[in-house]
């Protein structure tokens, strides 16, 4: 699924992955099915994944707006997350961040799938989501 737009939000409900794009807008993607690859100017972004299917990145972008990544509770990837001006945060076991870091990366499993997840102005997480798409608490 490809979604583009110059001002405006998105909103996807997807089984496939997703590609999503915008410039003034919020971008929220939940799908069955990913990866996801999200990427906005100006809006917060949130992307949920239930399994990883297909191989590529997994990416989670804003310049200005915090950025969310939710991902398999299981699942192997390398995480890279930074931000300018805001605070890191993990609920991944194997990804523990340190209060003050604003550039984190480390292997998840066996490493492998590239998990990158930025912003320059805003907060960047990575959260754990069940096969029923439930958040797991931290």
């Given at each position: 699924?490809?979604?583009?737009?110059m001002?405006?939000?998105i909103?996807?409900?997807?089984?496939?992955?997703?590609?999503?794009?915008?410039?003034?807008?919020?971008?929220?993607?939940?799908?069955?099915?990913?990866?996801?690859?999200?990427?906005?100017?100006?809006?917060?972004?949130?992307?949920?994944?239930?399994?990883?299917?297909?191989?590529?990145?997994?990416?989670?972008?804003?310049?200005?707006?915090?950025?969310?990544?939710?991902?398999?509770?299981?699942?192997?990837?390398?995480?890279?997350?930074?931000?300018?001006?805001?605070?890191?945060?993990s609920?991944?076991?194997?990804?523990?961040?340190?209060?003050?870091?604003?550039?984190?990366?480390?292997a998840?499993?066996?490493?492998?799938?590239?998990?990158?997840?930025s912003?320059?102005?805003?907060?960047?997480a990575?959260h754990?989501?069940?096969?029923?798409?439930?958040?797991v608490a931290?």
């Amino acid at each position: 699924v490809d979604v583009f737009t110059m001002n405006g939000s998105i909103g996807v409900a997807a089984t496939a992955p997703v590609m999503a794009r915008t410039m003034n807008g919020t971008i929220k993607v939940a799908t069955s099915v990913g990866p996801v690859d999200a990427e906005t100017v100006n809006g917060n972004v949130d992307v949920r994944m239930t399994t990883l299917g297909a191989d590529g990145p997994v990416r989670a972008h804003s310049v200005n707006g915090s950025v969310s990544a939710y991902l398999p509770e299981k699942f192997d990837g390398a995480v890279e997350m930074s931000t300018v001006l805001g605070r890191l945060t993990s609920d991944f076991a194997g990804a523990v961040v340190k209060a003050g870091d604003k550039n984190f990366s480390a292997a998840l499993g066996t490493g492998g799938r590239k998990v990158d997840i930025s912003t320059v102005t805003g907060e960047a997480a990575l959260h754990k989501l069940n096969a029923n798409g439930v958040v797991v608490a931290p």
